[in-house]
Nanobody, 126 residues
């Protein structure tokens, strides 16, 4: 497994932007696809974005066009740029590393990921 630590969450107003960061340590970061999920109180963990080892990234329907996932392998870091935030984006955001190296297909279910960060809270006020 890889150890993951998220940061960058906070309280913002609707329409604002935030950039979440997730620093990885442990196994070879660059070989593993990464994803972002979120979970609001009383709801299931929801797919937000994922970046395969190579190929096109994918996004949940509710964030398409507003959020962008990226990674810097030299810094062992994956990012989630969130623009035009809405109150319904309020949740704890988790980054995750997929269990399979060099995967070229996007995984959207939490079960496909075996390493998780502790989460960072994002709160968007109306």
């Amino acid at each position: 497994q890889v150890q993951l630590l998220e940061s960058g969450g906070g309280l913002v107003q609707a329409g604002a932007s935030l950039r979440l960061s997730c620093v990885a340590s442990g196994r070879s970061f660059s070989a593993y696809p990464m994803g972002w999920f979120r979970q609001a109180p009383g709801q299931e963990r929801e797919f937000v974005a994922a970046m395969p080892w190579t190929g096109r990234s994918a996004y949940g329907d509710s964030v398409k066009g507003r959020f962008t996932i990226s990674r810097d392998n030299a810094k062992n870091t994956v990012y989630l740029q969130m623009n035009s935030l809405r109150p319904e984006d309020t949740a704890v955001y988790y980054c995750a590393a997929e269990r399979v190296r060099f995967s070229t297909t996007v995984k959207v279910t939490p079960a496909e990921y075996d390493s998780w960060g502790q989460g960072t809270q994002v709160t968007v006020s109306a």
